[in-house]
T-cell receptor
Framework: DTAVSQTPKYLVTQMGNDKSIKCEQN?????MYWYKQDSKKFLKIMFS???????INETVPNRFSPKSPDKAHLNLHINSLELGDSAVYFC???????????FGQGTRLTVV | DAKTTQPTSMDCAEGRAANLPCNHS???????VYWYRQIHSQGPQYIIH???NNETNEMASLIITEDRKSSTLILPHATLRDTAVYYC?????????????FGAGTRLAVHP
């Protein structure tokens, strides 16, 4: 069973569209994250949720809105997509805020 | 910005030990050293972490110098599947919510 799963794995869309990426973890963790890996391969944290509460928001544009319906899910909705949003987005989870993080396989978003 | 410095790339022969160095000269007393790796097209994978004592698990060993300003990740018998980018990260144990700050890492190539 996949511990942290993201859908879709690949997403190609046009500028201006709205899209969502879903993330689910079956590890029973209470903290989830979104990271972005840009074309230069640097990984940067975007958001963190602990028990459905937003904990970290790293100056991400308002077009990005995370939604956590429950502890096992953290979805990422992006409005008005721009070319610069093209990247690989990774979801992760951890049990409590200080334990090791488990990452999903990533969603490669391409905005054309 | 990442608080660690790592070589850009390293090579290792299959079956030999891979020793990956990391410099973290500005590490604080409450900060741990974490190692993650990212195999091509996959999400980052936790390897090991430590504070000041040497640590070993089924994947690797972590050697931290007495002054804690540097550390070495050791893969005792590297295999082709260990080819990946290895990230050395320092973060406080309390607080931080797994706000992992990834640098450029070391690209390890294991060859036959």
């Amino acid at each position: 069973d996949t511990a942290v799963s993201q859908t879709p794995k690949y997403l190609v869309t046009q500028m201006g569209n709205d899209k969502s990426i879903k993330c689910e973890q079956n590890l029973g963790h209470d903290t989830m994250y979104w990271y972005k890996q840009d074309s230069k391969k640097f990984l940067k944290i975007m958001f963190s949720y602990n028990n459905k509460e937003l904990i970290i928001n790293e100056t991400v544009p308002n077009r990005f809105s995370p939604k956590s319906p429950d502890k096992a899910h953290l979805n990422l909705h992006i409005n008005s997509l721009e070319l610069g949003d093209s990247a690989v987005y990774f979801c992760a989870s951890s049990q409590a805020r200080n334990t090791e993080a488990f990452f999903g396989q990533g969603t490669r978003l391409t905005v054309v | 910005d990442a608080k660690t410095t790592q070589p850009t790339s390293m090579d290792c022969a299959e079956g030999r030990a891979a020793n990956l160095p990391c410099n973290h000269s500005t590490i604080s007393g409450n900060e741990y050293v974490y190692w993650y790796r990212q195999i091509h097209s996959q999400g980052p994978q936790y390897i090991i972490h430590g504070l000041k004592n040497n640590e070993t698990n089924e994947m690797a060993s972590l050697i931290i110098t007495e002054d804690r300003k540097s550390s070495t990740l050791i893969l005792p018998h590297a295999t082709l599947r260990d080819t990946a980018v290895y990230y050395c990260i320092v973060r406080p144990y309390s607080g931080g919510y797994n706000k992992l700050i990834f640098g450029a890492g070391t690209r390890l190539a294991v060859h036959p």
